[in-house]
């Protein structure tokens, strides 16, 4: 009963538009909406930039699928840093935001 209770929740936050956590991390298609943001953001500052690793992700439905992620990043050969970006996914992939992560 408390398993059922627990799906039911999770499926009605994720209709009701709320995020969800990713649970892996490594899945395919999570590392290739990661290194969209990664280098659509290098081709928008003309930087050189590298996915290091995906360490936090969500998941939001909207019209598509929205993906809240922070990512470990190296940039220009000088260290890794963490970003906080927006990938928004309908028919194709849209990064809404690029930002260094703030933790909360």
């Avoid at 360490?55 to 993906?67: F, L």
Wanted: one cysteine or more; a neutral charge; hydrophobic letters at 40%.
């Amino acid at each position: 009963m408390l398993c059922l209770l627990s799906a039911a929740v999770t499926t009605e936050a994720a209709l009701r538009g709320g995020w969800e956590p990713i649970m892996n991390l490594e899945d395919p298609h999570v590392r290739e909406v990661a290194q969209y943001a990664v280098s659509e953001h290098g081709r928008l500052k003309q930087l050189q930039l590298k996915l290091d690793k995906v360490v936090k992700g969500e998941t939001q439905i909207v019209s598509g699928i929205m993906y809240r992620l922070v990512l470990a990043v190296e940039e220009n050969g000088a260290g890794t840093k963490q970003y906080t970006v927006v990938v928004e996914e309908d028919k194709k992939m849209h990064l809404k935001s690029f930002k260094k992560f703030v933790a909360e």
